[in-house]
């Protein structure tokens, strides 16, 4: 007998272990050293020293407290636009989409195959206050003669939606594709309507897929800064921008791992009223 | 049903994901490759590097004008000493790039360049020689030091200068756009922060001096000598100014791609970029503001590992006044160079009596150095970072 049949009870810590591992290393170690460092104080010229200091987080909170509001608005608003920009899109590619599928899917998946800054950096082309865009709006007067696109709410919640589409899109195609069809046909032998048969059947078996895509794109779209950097103004900013600049151009450690644990905090207890909201077994599948 | 999607679902979600996740690393992995120092095989004197990798700002190397992508004095160090020089424009403001490289530099390492740019009126400077992450000049590779104008010969920063040899000095202004500003004009800080035309069409420099040095002037306040009263002062106009949603963004150099597309229609911009980098678009004005602005000198560094013989060859070769005048009339800016105005006439005599490359009188009485105390006040510091991101 070999060693691991002498001790089954071994087999899967053995099998977590390379996960355990990682998880250890890049993430635990890593949150470790940021607690530490958001209780410091002292200044970059002077260095920075271990002292307990809870009031970061009271600074966080009561400096920011706009930025952290904007940030969960935007990232909100832009998951349910990718939600509903998503959903009629997979499903018809995952319903009608025949051997077109993975084409249509790469379709998808093409953009990112440029890097996200560059992508982001396009929309500032395309909604240019001189570009073609803004051009059309004002000849049909959606816009004003001298209203404007970039630098507005508008082109950030709109770059986040962009940037973050394809998390949504994915995982929600995965939960319509894997729907067999023939649950449809029963449906409407058993006199539903199409509409019921959506309601009652599709929506229902694809909850999953809208939640992961949900999480999947919420949560790095509220902790993002490019957009609104790029596409918005200081009225704008998230609360990814504080923290990157305080991060690299103020360089104050304590501040910024602060804000990032209020960050952390504030996505942990969202989706747990999430969680509570859909039930957990549609979180996990 | 829901076991079975379970595994399906994680298997092609892993593998989707694995597209996604690999995509940067390759990209990374491809443009990563940019490194060219040490070694000195091939080149004219033993000791020089190949290439000497410098990072500079925007619009701040002469160009050839019938292809941008050559530079003629590069190209003429090139040819001298058989240097390649893999020229880098990635600094777009002090803070950013600090930032950029502070980590690696902290740690006692290099950031793969020889020379790197930052201006005197940042709080960068100073903090790169106390912390010593740049490394001292060999002065003996630079004879032409002693062509250095009385004025810049001793900054406070460096009084001896072991550590810097200027590259340019500069004005700070205001650009305007004229199609996007409806052919007026700006030239005062007030009609930049308060003229509800231009709202939402304004930049500010991110550059602490660079924006309140003209407000502060405005206000009839000293630049020079700040004080908490005038800090407020200005920074409570700047702060209305952006709650208002008059201001569009604070940037460093990248303004000029906003400028030149029309997105904005004034900007606290420096005074070459207007003059010659954009000099072909007819719509663009620069202007000293009324009552005055500040002025500031970039400083090259050898920063940690810089291999210092290649770059102290490069600043002596830049402290020639004849490669020092191609710069100051390739960029349009102020040389710290003696004798370059004779040089100047010879290549281009318009350039030559332009008041922002050769300044006069008028314009030197008009300008000021800011307070550096100031700089290094963290509440000053802490105050307009938080303007900055909010």
């Known amino acids: 007998m070999t060693f691991i ?23 635990v170690v890593p949150l470790g050293f940021l607690a530490y460092q958001s209780l410091q104080s002292g200044t970059f010229e002077q260095g920075y020293t271990f002292t307990w200091e809870f009031s970061n987080y009271r600074d966080a909170i009561t400096g920011y407290d706009e930025q952290l509001v904007r940030s969960f608005l935007y990232a909100g608003i832009a998951t349910v636009a990718t939600l509903l920009i998503s959903y009629p899109l997979v499903y018809w590619i995952a319903f009608h989409g025949g051997r077109w599928k993975n084409l249509l899917l790469l379709f998808i998946v093409a953009p990112f195959f440029v890097t996200y800054l560059i992508r982001t950096l396009a929309w500032q082309n395309i909604l240019a206050d001189q570009g073609p865009v803004v051009g ?12 404007r696109l970039l630098a507005t709410t508008v082109a950030v919640v709109s770059g986040i939606t962009y940037n973050f589409l394809p998390f949504m899109a994915l995982p929600l195609y995965v939960s319509l594709e894997q729907i067999d069809a023939r649950l449809l046909e029963a449906a409407q032998d058993l006199y539903a309507s199409k509409t019921k048969a959506f309601l009652r059947v599709t ?24 957009n609104a950097q790029l596409l918005g103004t200081p009225n704008q900013y998230m609360i990814g921008n504080v923290i990157q600049s305080k991060f690299l151009e103020l360089i104050d450690y304590p501040a910024a791992a602060a804000l990032s644990f209020v960050l952390m905090g504030l996505i942990m207890i969202s989706l747990l009223v999430y969680a509570r909201a859909v039930g957990t077994e549609k979180l996990t599948g | 049903m829901n076991h079975a999607l379970t595994r399906a679902e994680l298997l092609r979600r892993a593998a989707l994901g694995g597209v996604v996740i690999s995509v940067p690393g390759l990209l990374a992995a491809c443009g990563g490759d940019d490194d060219g120092g040490g070694g000195g095989a091939g080149t004219t004197t033993a000791e020089l590097a190949d290439t000497l990798r410098f990072s500079n700002w925007q619009l701040y190397i002469d160009r050839d004008p019938n292809d941008k992508t050559k530079s003629p004095s590069l190209e003429q ?20 790039y600090f930032g950029k490289i502070q980590g690696p530099l902290s740690q006692g390492r290099g950031i793969d360049r020889d020379i790197i740019v930052m201006t005197d009126n940042s709080r960068f400077p100073a903090l790169l020689i106390s912390r010593e992450w740049v490394e001292p000049l060999d002065k003996g590779r630079i004879p032409n030091i002693a062509n250095l104008i009385e004025a810049q010969q001793s900054p406070p920063f460096d009084p001896d200068r072991t550590y810097s040899i200027p590259w340019v000095s500069g004005i700070t202004g205001i650009a305007t756009n004229l199609q996007a500003s409806g052919g007026e004009v700006v030239t005062t800080m007030q009609q930049l922060l308060e003229d509800t035309k231009l709202k939402g069409k304004v930049t500010l420099l991110t550059e602490v001096a660079d924006t309140m040095t003209p407000i502060m002037l405005e206000n009839g306040d000293d630049p020079s000598k700040v004080t908490d009263d005038s800090w407020k002062r200005a920074y409570d106009r700047v702060k209305k100014a952006v709650d208002a949603g008059q201001i569009r963004r604070f940037t460093g150099n990248d303004y000029v791609a906003d400028l030149e597309r029309g997105n904005i229609a004034a900007a606290v911009s420096w005074s070459g970029d207007v003059a010659t980098g954009l000099a072909a678009n007819k719509d663009l004005r620069w202007n000293l503001p009324e009552k005055g602005s500040d002025i500031w000198t970039d400083n090259m560094f050898i920063p940690l590992e810089g291999s210092v013989p290649t770059a102290s060859e490069y600043m002596n070769f830049v402290l020639d006044p004849k490669i020092a005048a191609m710069l100051a009339v390739g960029i349009g800016y102020i040389s710290p160079v003696k004798g370059v105005k004779d040089e100047a006439v010879k290549l281009d005599p318009e350039s030559a009596n332009n008041p922002l490359i050769f300044p006069d009188d008028d314009i030197l009485s008009n300008v000021h150095q800011f307070d550096s105390d100031a700089l290094n006040n963290e509440t000053y510091t802490q105050q307009w970072q938080t303007l900055l991101g909010a």
């Open chain 1, 136 to 147: 059309f709006l004002r000849d049909i007067h959606v816009l004003s003669a001298d209203g």
């Open chain 1, 5 to 27: 049949h002498r001790h089954r009870w071994l087999a899967p810590l053995l099998l977590l272990a390379p996960g355990l591992a990682w998880l250890a290393v890049f993430f």
């Open chain 2, 77 to 96: 160090f090139t040819a001298q000493t058989g240097v390649k020089v893999n020229y880098v424009e990635d600094v777009n403001d002090n803070a950013t």
């Open chain 1, 203 to 226: 929506l229902p078996l694809s909850a999953p897929g809208i939640v992961a895509g949900t999480l999947l794109t919420f949560i790095p779209a509220a902790g993002d800064f490019i």
